[in-house]
């Protein structure tokens, strides 16, 4: 795979390529026995994939921080396919409480969970802290989404344990990831202002996708529990992702309009790695156009996956503490 193949949209060696649509990639697919929860499904890529995969008989939780625009997405999928079965609870990443309270009410309705599909995002913001003190692209991309797994791990595990099914974690990255600070991740330097620079927090946060979902599935295979957890590229798509670079990116696109895709090929790799039975047991891995590739050699960095891990540990146990 390359840009031959982005370009033509030539399948690799996983039948699917840079054209292949959520659609395609998950027919002839039946999810009934699944709960999906799915991050920033309101909109955008999020959002075809909620779509397709309650297309697909998955039961499907949107988790949102607008619930006006989660309502209307559940609408509009349900206007589609009136058997579809897809609810609405209220996240917001940037916000340890509210993941905290999201969390309750999620295990209040005690459904099971297969797969969660990390997918909320925000992408080159101004200078910002979260709710928490937090660098608001990490706490949103990374932190939030390390969180929110953590308390639903326990879930996960005893469902993948009582089912015999699978569990499956997916965390939506980017090829962005590959343009961060020296070193991968300031974790000495995570909030400091002066030395801010939207698009290298931006690549510092994809990476920690990366590093995360490896991290996880090593610590899956150590425990012996039956869950996977990859992480993504989706794409260049058109989104609401692009609104502090609207301007650079229609630009951009002028002069690269051969590249980017539409959003139900926007959804396709994380629908293909969310349910796609020729992953069974693949864990660890990074995927750009439906087809295992390798990311940078610093998200390969077990080491720094480890540091990782203990830094948002501390963060998140610092940041609880001062609430
Ligand atoms: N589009 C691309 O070209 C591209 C390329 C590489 C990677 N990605 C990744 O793909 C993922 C989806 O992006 P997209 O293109 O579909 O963008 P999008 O349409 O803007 O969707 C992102 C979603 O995340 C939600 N979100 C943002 N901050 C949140 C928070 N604090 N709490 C809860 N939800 C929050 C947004 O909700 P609001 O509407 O409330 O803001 C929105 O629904 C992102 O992780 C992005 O980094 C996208």
Redesign the pocket.
């Known amino acids: 795979m390359g840009i031959f193949s982005l370009i033509t949209g030539m399948p690799g060696s996983s039948g699917f390529g840079s054209s292949s649509t959520a659609e395609d990639v998950t027919h002839g697919i039946d999810a009934t026995n699944l709960t999906v929860l799915i991050?920033?499904?309101?909109?955008?890529?999020?959002?075809e994939t909620a779509r397709v995969l309650a297309l697909r008989r998955a039961h499907v939780i949107i988790?949102?921080?607008?619930m006006k625009?989660a309502n209307e997405a559940k609408r509009l999928i349900v206007e589609d396919n009136e058997t579809a079965r897809v609810d609405v609870l209220k996240?917001?990443?940037?916000?340890i409480a509210?993941i905290r309270s999201f969390v309750d009410k999620f295990n209040a309705l005690d459904l099971p969970l297969n797969i969660l599909i990390?997918?909320?995002?925000?992408?080159f913001c101004p200078y910002q802290l979260s709710d928490d003190e937090i660098e608001i692209q990490f706490?949103?991309?990374h932190l939030?989404h390390f969180l929110l797994t953590n308390l639903l791990l326990e879930k996960m595990k005893k469902t993948a344990k009582d089912t015999g099914i699978e569990g499956r974690i997916v965390n939506?990255?980017?090829?962005?990831h590959q343009y961060t600070y020296k070193g991968g991740i300031r974790f000495d330097k995570i909030n400091d202002e002066s030395s801010y620079s939207d698009k290298k927090a931006?690549g510092q946060s994809?990476l920690a996708?990366i590093l995360h979902a490896n991290e996880l599935s090593r610590r899956f295979q150590e425990e012996g529990v039956n869950i996977t957890a990859n992480s993504v590229?989706?794409?260049?798509?058109?989104?609401?992702?692009?609104?502090h670079s609207a301007l650079l990116m229609r630009f951009l696109k002028l002069f690269s309009f051969f590249i980017w895709?539409d959003?139900p090929q926007?959804a396709a790799t994380t629908c293909y790695v969310a349910l796609h039975p020729n992953l069974k047991g693949v864990t660890g891995k990074y995927f750009i156009d439906c087809n295992e590739m390798p990311p940078s050699s610093v998200a390969k960095d077990q080491t720094l996956a480890r540091n990782l891990w203990d830094f948002s540990n501390k963060l998140v146990r610092s940041a609880s503490n001062k609430a």
């Open positions: 991050t920033g499904g309101a909109s955008g890529i999020g959002l988790a949102a921080r607008n625009a996240l917001d990443l940037a916000s509210s990390n997918n909320a995002g925000i992408m706490a949103t991309n939030g939506l990255s980017s090829i962005a931006y994809k996708n590229h989706p794409g260049l798509i058109m989104t609401n992702l692009m609104k895709k959003v926007g």
